[in-house]
């Protein structure tokens, strides 16, 4: 499973939460920073001049790929999603040549730690990650200061996300 944070702050705290989980469960994860990643902007100009390719995506590409599965843990900026993410999935639908293939039928986990609410975000990963083809979990988690992120939430879900069919067999 491949777990991405769309900010370093709580919601890269709550991404080691949920692959302390699954190594519990006895999965294999990943935690991908997409701060730390530093995908420059995606502009038209920027995937000519680069040539549609940039290393920070073709290693989230390689990631969901060789994973299967994928938990995103996400802010709500503005009420929808935070630039980060936006910006990944551009450059992924760009600078990847099977970008259909890489998320058809993808099992995906939605999670946000936000202090503006967060559902309004989870709405939105929720629309675009259906739109990409994915297989959406039907449970969310929506944390924030006054509400911590639910222990059995987050059991549940790692549970739920590797009971589906994997879009892909993982490497082995």
Known sequence: MLI??????HNLTLAAR????????????HVL????????LYTPAAEAAGGGGHPGVEELA??????????????????SLPPTLNNALAWLSRGSADFRELFSGLPVALSSH?????QKVLSAMRLQFAHLG????GRELLSSSQKPANPASI????????RLAPAVAPPG
């Open 33 to 40: 920073d997409l701060v730390a990643l530093g995908l420059p």
């Open 62 to 79: 390689h990631q969901l790929r060789a994973l299967g599965r994928l938990w995103v843990c996400a802010p709500e900026y503005n009420g």
């Open 18 to 29: 949920v692959a302390q989980e699954a190594q519990l469960q006895g999965h294999v994860c």
């Open 4 to 9: 991405l944070a769309a900010s370093n702050g």
């Open 155 to 162: 059991t549940a879900m790692v549970a739920e996300l590797h």
């Open 134 to 137: 994915c297989s959406v979990l």
């Open 114 to 118: 936000s202090g503006g609410g967060g």
